[in-house]
């Protein structure tokens, strides 16, 4: 079974600031999603990346995979509190199923 | 707009009473998912259907059960629910992985409360 490792598990900034949530593991994943969750709704996707040294960006967000395919960020510049949630990194994994990391808690204060 | 449902989105149960959440989709998407989360952690999934072939994880416990009647429709069962049910239940669709891209969507979840 292939594992992600996501981290960090929290994160509590100040709006402005800006963040880089990184997920990694020892396997090679064919694509990596990056999903957002607010409390008490479903995830929402957001990116998928497929290209070994893709770089994708999302407004403020910018999404990144490693040339090895074995790793991904998902940088953040000048938060704003409305990128408060849950943010889920996931691996294709055969069998048409998800690998998740543990998921980042991120909170911005104003 | 084509989207995942869920009904209902919070639903509470007594100990031991049979419960089911229903799932629909206009994506027309050939593969679904049900999910269980616990707070703030990530979805664990507890089976999907390919078509209509049912795909069980080693790790789910008998107590759930479920059905797909259809391409739109998934129900999940929960038996004899216990107080260690109580989640988020998540209902996600996706195509077959068309260019190795496992692209899942989610519906926005079933709260379920077991007093």
């Known amino acids: 079974t292939q594992l992600l490792e996501q981290s960090p598990q929290f994160l509590s900034i100040q709006e402005g600031e800006n963040l880089t949530v990184y997920c990694n593991s020892s396997s090679v994943f064919s694509s990596l999603q990056w999903y957002r969750q607010e409390p008490g709704e479903g995830p929402v996707l957001l990116v998928t990346v497929v290209t070994g040294g893709e770089v994708k960006k999302l407004k403020r967000l910018t999404f990144q995979f490693g040339d090895a395919r074995k790793d991904s960020s998902l940088h953040i510049t000048a938060a704003q509190p409305g990128d408060t949630g849950l943010y889920l990194c996931?691996?294709?994994?055969?069998?048409?199923?998800?690998?998740f990391g543990a998921g980042t808690i991120l909170r911005v204060k104003s | 707009d084509a989207m995942v449902i869920q009904n209902p989105r919070y639903q509470v149960t007594q100990f031991g009473k049979p419960v089911t959440l229903s799932c629909s989709q206009t994506?027309?998407?050939?593969?679904m998912y049900w999910y269980q989360q616990k707070s703030s952690q990530a979805p664990k999934l507890l089976f999907h259907y390919y078509d209509k072939d049912f795909n069980n994880e080693a790790d789910t416990p008998d107590n759930f059960q479920s059905r797909r009647p259809n391409t739109s429709f998934c129900f999940l069962d929960i038996r004899s629910p216990g107080l260690g049910d109580a989640a988020m239940y998540l209902c996600?669709?996706?195509?077959?992985?068309?260019?190795?891209?496992?692209?899942?969507?989610f519906g926005p979840g079933t709260r379920l409360t077991v007093t």
């Open positions: 996931a691996g294709g994994e055969y069998g048409n199923k998800l690998v």
């Open positions: 994506l027309n998407h050939n593969v």
């Open positions: 996600a669709t996706s195509r077959d992985a068309i260019g190795a891209r496992y692209e899942q969507y």
